[in-house]
């Protein structure tokens, strides 16, 4: 997180407002390789939760260091299971979810629920 004093950065973004000289509520997580990964932009009096922007980019991070190769259900949390996309997925990612929340047989659904749950 950052201070953008004068809304230099805001304005890059498209979130300063010159009529309250402040930026609006913005969070960008950008990758190492410099590409925009996640935005998400709320008026001012809305707050914003650091647990979720912290789970979101352990989520990227997981999905970039298996080349996409394993995807992330949503509030997913580092030790929870991560899904393998495919054809068969289209339409079925719940189900998907619901059957490795029952299958004992991966390794990763044995391992104990991580603090936030999975």
Do not use: N
């Not at 979810?97 to 990763?108: L, T």
């Amino acid at each position: 997180m950052l201070f953008d004093a004068g809304g230099r950065i805001g304005e890059k973004f498209g979130v300063y407002s010159e009529a309250d000289g402040i930026d609006i509520r913005g969070t960008f997580i950008i990758d190492p390789d410099g590409i925009l990964q996640c935005i998400d932009i709320l008026p001012a009096p809305c707050g914003r939760s650091v647990d979720e922007i912290i789970r979101r980019i352990q989520a990227l991070q997981h999905i970039r260091s298996t080349s996409a190769k394993e995807v992330t259900p949503s509030d997913w949390r580092p030790g929870c299971s991560t899904l393998k996309p495919s054809p068969d997925m289209v339409g079925k990612v719940w189900q998907f979810v619901e059957e490795q929340k029952r299958s004992p047989g991966d390794s990763k659904t044995q391992q104990p629920t991580p603090p936030g749950g999975c």
